[in-house]
């Protein structure tokens, strides 16, 4: 037998992440009460705190273009450092 897979849209997601967050309540009662897996909340929660911190998490979804300019942005600019690192010990 096979496990059908639930679906959860993002409204509904950010409404548990909320009551984790903003009022305290603990990830197994959320999780019991909404019927939604353990773990499965605490990667939603994993997810979120890791956007509110500016990391977006990466793995395997596709990601905005925003997120795609930053990690651009970043390489480039470790990129330059170095190049201005060898010329400074070149000078």
Do not use: C
């Not at 309540?25 to 909340?41: H, R």
């Not at 793995?59 to 905005?64: D, F, P, V, W, Y």
């Amino acid at each position: 037998m096979t496990k059908v897979r639930n679906q959860y849209s993002a409204e509904f997601k950010l409404e548990l992440i909320k009551l984790i967050e903003e009022q305290g309540q603990k990830v197994p009662d959320v999780a019991g009460q909404y019927n939604v897996g353990k773990s499965t909340l605490e990667k939603w929660l994993q997810r979120y705190r890791a956007e509110q911190s500016g990391k977006p998490l990466i793995t395997g979804r596709a990601i905005t273009p925003e997120q795609q300019e930053i990690q651009r942005l970043k390489k480039e600019v470790a990129q330059l450092k170095l190049e201005r690192d060898i010329l400074n010990k070149e000078g």
